[in-house]
């Protein structure tokens, strides 16, 4: 059963309204402005008829209370009232009431503009709901939006960004060189005779050699450097706003870090080296470009003895 909130501070019109609406609808009965308003808020009806002659506060500014608190503030408001001139109807909507009958009213014209209100807020808080559930998905769909994003970027055995992610950042990279007119420099580091590692030791060893010399990689760079899985043994390092020289020797350190830290797995120590190519961005130069120079480097490292880097 709707609730009907009938304001009215005359016991005869409130007697005539209840008679008329107490079958179809539960009514509850406020006797002043003061307590429409409070009432409103507790009980939150699903229609309010309000008289304009009112003990403490008039109609007009009960219902300018009842639109501005959040509680009652959607609830339909049909005025009741023997001020019949149209500024007062006028002000009636002004304030925001959605209805306004003049008495001596019409009985069933009364009950059939309260079904008409009642129904259309109904409409309305039914298409709020259905709002709410599409927004609730939308934000769902957000999350594993952002979660496939993020797998798609990660490498999985490493949680290092992968390779597609990587050439994203090289291309902003490039773009911002572009800008400001500075270089950056990368390097393609490749792991030496790793699998001889895998072939010894097995693949499990060698997962946990690539995670070991993961941490390594990333102990050793700058917070502003990116590392990256590029390949199965092979990873790229972005060093951004680095020249040539600068890049060379971080990896000169970095490679020296590797050789002097052993990896244990099982008891048993395994040492790593590995092979640096690094290129250095260059005007106008394109991303393949760019990475193959650090490829042909790093090839030509592995042929003159390894364990080195290499321009
Ligand atoms: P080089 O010194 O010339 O670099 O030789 P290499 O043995 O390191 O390189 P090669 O390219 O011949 O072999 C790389 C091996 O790395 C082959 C592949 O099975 C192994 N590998 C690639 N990804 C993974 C991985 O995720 N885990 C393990 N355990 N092995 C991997
Ligand atoms: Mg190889
Ligand atoms: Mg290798
Ligand atoms: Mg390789």
Same mark, same amino acid.
């Given at each position: 059963m709707k609730k009907i909130q009938i304001v009215d501070d005359s016991q005869s019109n409130i007697r005539k309204l209840e008679n008329l609406l107490n079958t179809h609808f539960l009514v509850t009965v406020a006797r002043t402005g003061e307590e429409a308003v409070r009432m409103a808020k507790e $009980? &939150? #009806? *699903?229609l309010i008829l309000l008289? &304009?002659? %009112? #003990? *403490?506060?008039?109609g007009f500014e009960t219902c300018r209370r009842l639109k501005a608190q959040v509680e009652s503030a959607k609830i339909p408001v049909i005025f009741v009232s023997s001020l019949k001139e149209k500024e007062a109807v006028i002000k009636g909507f002004e304030v925001g009431g959605q209805d306004y009958i003049i008495k001596p009213f019409e009985a069933r014209e009364l009950v059939l503009r309260m079904k008409s209100l009642l129904k259309q807020e109904s409409s309305r808080k039914r298409l709020e709901q259905h709002v709410k559930v599409l927004e609730e998905q939308n934000e769902k769909l957000k999350g594993k939006i952002q979660k496939v994003d993020r797998l798609s970027r &990660? *490498?999985? %055995?490493? $949680?290092l960004m992968n390779r597609r992610d990587m050439q994203e950042k090289i291309r902003a990279e490039i773009n911002r060189s572009i800008r400001h007119g500075r270089s950056f420099t990368l390097a393609i580091v490749d792991i030496d005779f790793f699998k001889n590692i895998n072939d010894t030791y097995g693949h499990d060893c060698g997962d946990h050699v690539l995670k070991h010399f993961v941490s390594t990689l990333k102990n050793s760079v700058r917070s502003s450097d990116y590392v990256s899985r590029w390949g199965g043994e092979e990873f790229l390092l972005l060093f951004p706003e680095t020249k040539l020289e600068e890049g060379k020797r971080a990896c000169e350190k970095i490679r020296q870090k590797i050789n002097e830290s052993p990896v244990i797995y099982k008891g048993m120590s395994i040492s790593i080296t590995a092979t640096f190519g690094i290129s250095e961005y260059r005007p106008s130069v394109r991303i393949e470009e760019l990475i193959k120079a650090a490829d042909d480097a790093l090839y030509k490292g592995k042929k003159t003895g390894k364990n080195q880097v290499v321009v």
């Open positions: $009980n &939150v #009806p *699903d008289e &304009v002659a %009112l #003990p *403490d506060m008039d &990660v *490498d999985f %055995l490493t $949680n």
